[in-house]
């Protein structure tokens, strides 16, 4: 186990940061394991284990004492596609798992015709995955290797969000008849919610909840107002925070801050329209974002209230200070010094933990 003082002269010596004050808090930093193949989303058990998916398709348990089981959990599916950023996602609990034992688990899956993002939930058995029931499959399926989304989050009514990104096709995040680009919303057991924004509506897929959405890696439950928070990838540039509402339209790509790859031109009409929602926060340059998580607990108590994001390009945590649904700060936490942050989790305990995207990757701990 490694670990590392985060002193004060580093921050203020390191580049880019864009802060309004001195650091909010001394933090040690804890490497707790390594040798994970580009894990992507973590959980704990009520046991204390941890829950770890690596893209490249297997769902590793890491003990309360942080060892690695060096076998992978069995019961996954033969369809997961793990291609360029397809493989295996994101990682949840059922809210009432101590009663139900569920677990849910997005992926890329391979379909006749291409590969979609996919829902699904099991129970776990030892070190095998049971009961496995498909619960949603992204349409129309598609080539290519880009854009999945793929995060999940519950809400206080217990509905599941699952993100579904543009998979790399920018106009099927407008088309009404495509799940790609957008947020659904379902019941926990697959079924659509009668109170979805476009269930009687015939020209709509009824799973939709918001659309417009590029490619949203990021995703968590504000713990005052109980509403979805995600930040979604932009294009070079254009990187968003956003809380997704019931029928909203987020833009994308009729409206965005970023341009396009390579020529720096312009895409759309420019980074607004009437009808179409204007991001919390914006990152340009992009800082390639990905897990979310607000932090509400006791062990930093100058960080309540904040919402923590994984830098994927950027290499850093980012901590957003918040005044109501307003961003009102921005710090940047270990830039550069512990690679590409693919999660960011709240522990139990009130420490926070990040996911290190690489064929080496690493869970890190950081406590007072």
């Known amino acids: 186990m490694f670990s590392m003082i985060w002193p004060l002269r580093a921050w203020l010596a390191a580049p880019l940061l864009l802060m309004l004050a001195a650091p909010s808090w001394a933090f040690q930093t804890q490497t707790l394991v390594q040798g994970l193949n580009h894990p992507w989303s973590m959980t704990w058990l009520p046991n204390g284990d941890m829950l770890v998916t690596e893209r490249e398709g297997q769902l590793r348990r890491i003990d309360r004492n942080f060892r690695l089981d060096p076998r992978p959990i069995e019961g996954l599916p033969n369809d997961i596609e793990v291609s360029g950023q397809g493989g295996l996602f994101d990682v949840a609990l059922h809210p009432d798992h101590a009663r139900n034992g569920w677990i849910y688990l997005s ?42 989304g793929g995060r999940i989050a519950f809400d206080r009514q217990g509905h599941v969000f699952l993100t579904l990104g543009d998979r790399g096709d920018e106009e099927r995040a407008q088309r009404p008849k495509d799940h790609a680009g957008s947020v659904i919303r379902l019941h926990d057991d697959g079924r659509v919610p009668a109170n979805n924004p476009f269930v009687n509506d015939p020209q709509q897929l009824p799973e939709v909840f918001s659309r417009g959405n590029r490619n949203i890696q990021g995703a968590a439950i504000h713990p005052q107002t109980g509403e979805l928070w995600t930040q979604e990838h932009g294009p070079q540039g254009g990187d968003e925070v956003n809380i997704i509402r019931s029928g909203r339209n987020y833009g994308w790509p009729t409206i965005t801050h970023g341009v396009n790859y390579v020529t720096g031109t312009r895409i759309g009409v420019g980074n607004q329209k009437a009808g179409l929602e204007q991001p919390l926060h914006v990152w340009v340059p992009s800082i390639a974002p990905s897990g979310m998580a607000f932090y509400d607990a006791a062990a930093f108590p100058a960080w309540r209230g904040s919402v ?32 590409r942050i693919r999660d960011v989790r709240v522990g139990p305990e009130g420490w926070v933990y990040l996911l290190t995207d ?8 950081l406590k007072p």
């Open 107 to 148: 992926y890329a899956q391979r379909q006749t015709g291409g590969v979609s993002t996919a829902l699904a939930r099991a129970r776990l058995q030892g070190q095998r995955l049971v009961d496995w029931q498909p619960l949603f499959t992204m349409k129309p399926a598609s080539r290519g290797g880009r854009h999945f």
């Open 358 to 365: 690489s064929s080496d990757g690493a869970l890190i701990r």
């Open 308 to 339: 923590f994001v994984g830098a994927l390009r950027g290499q850093a945590l980012v901590r957003l200070t918040l005044q109501g649904n307003t961003v009102v700060g921005e710090e940047r936490l270990l830039t550069q010094q512990v690679g």
